[in-house]
Each structure stands twice: as structure tokens, then as C-alpha cells.
């Protein structure tokens, strides 16, 4: 069983920028993809980043050029940097987990997931 813990979101004008974290307790990090998603009040959960163990990356193209994902095996810990941030990236942030090495796009390839930190940013 894996657990994830988000952290970092919060209330930002628009142009500013926060940093998301999502702390994993699990012994083989090495052995999971992680992603983040966001879902917007209403909508279905959407794919943002992901990154395999050895630091592959994709993004969504909404949020390429403004966010980066990276991750930390040492500490479990996967981060999202959200730049110039857009109102319309407020929403719901999970982290989640995929047993593995390949990232993926899809929601349902995923394993486990946090309960997620909210983002707001308003005009």
C-alpha cells in the first residue's frame, strides 16, 4: 500500500507561482511513475505532468513552459512548479502513483492517489 501526501497549494494572483509536493511513503519509490492531476469543480480529472523514476517528463500542453515536474528519490518526494499561473488553473491537485516505470497520461493507469491540495488563483 502507498501513501501519498500532498502539500503546497494555496490562494495566488494570477502571474505568481507555487510550488506543489507530494511526500510518498513507500520502500521501492524506484518502482513507481508519478503524475499530477487536477479536477476543476464539475469536470473530469485531468492529466498535468508526469515522471518516471529515472526522470522522464510529459505535461499537458495547457501547463508546458510553465510547470515543471521533478522528484527527489531520496526523500519520495515528487514536486510540481506552477509559474505565471492562469485563473484557469484553479482546481483540486493530486499526486498519484503508478506501479510502473512507464508514465502515463491516463487517470485509470494509476495505482494510488493522494487526496489532493487545492490551488486557487484568482485575476
Known amino acids: 500500500q502507498v501513501q501519498l501526501l500532498e502539500s503546497g497549494g494555496g490562494l495566488?494572483?494570477?502571474?505568481?507561482?507555487?510550488?506543489?509536493?507530494?511526500?510518498?511513503?513507500?520502500?521501492?519509490?524506484?518502482?513507481?511513475?508519478?503524475?499530477?492531476?487536477?479536477?476543476?469543480?464539475?469536470?473530469?480529472?485531468d492529466f498535468v505532468a508526469a515522471i518516471t523514476y529515472i526522470g522522464i517528463t510529459k505535461y499537458a500542453d495547457s501547463v508546458k513552459?510553465?510547470?515543471?515536474?521533478?522528484?527527489?528519490?531520496?526523500?519520495?518526494?515528487?514536486?510540481?512548479q506552477m509559474n505565471n499561473l492562469k485563473p484557469e488553473d484553479t482546481a483540486l491537485y493530486y499526486c498519484a502513483a503508478r506501479q510502473m516505470f512507464a508514465l502515463s497520461t491516463t487517470a485509470s493507469?494509476?495505482?494510488?492517489?493522494?487526496?489532493?491540495?487545492?490551488?486557487?488563483?484568482y485575476s
Open 12 to 45: 495566488v494572483q494570477a502571474g505568481g507561482s507555487l510550488r506543489l509536493s507530494c511526500a510518498a511513503s513507500v520502500r521501492t519509490f524506484s518502482r513507481y511513475a508519478m503524475g499530477w492531476f487536477r479536477q476543476a469543480p464539475g469536470k473530469e480529472r
Open 65 to 80: 513552459g510553465r510547470f515543471t515536474i521533478s522528484r527527489d528519490n531520496i526523500k519520495n518526494t515528487v514536486y510540481l
Open 109 to 121: 493507469d494509476y495505482d494510488f492517489w493522494g487526496q489532493g491540495t487545492q490551488v486557487t488563483v
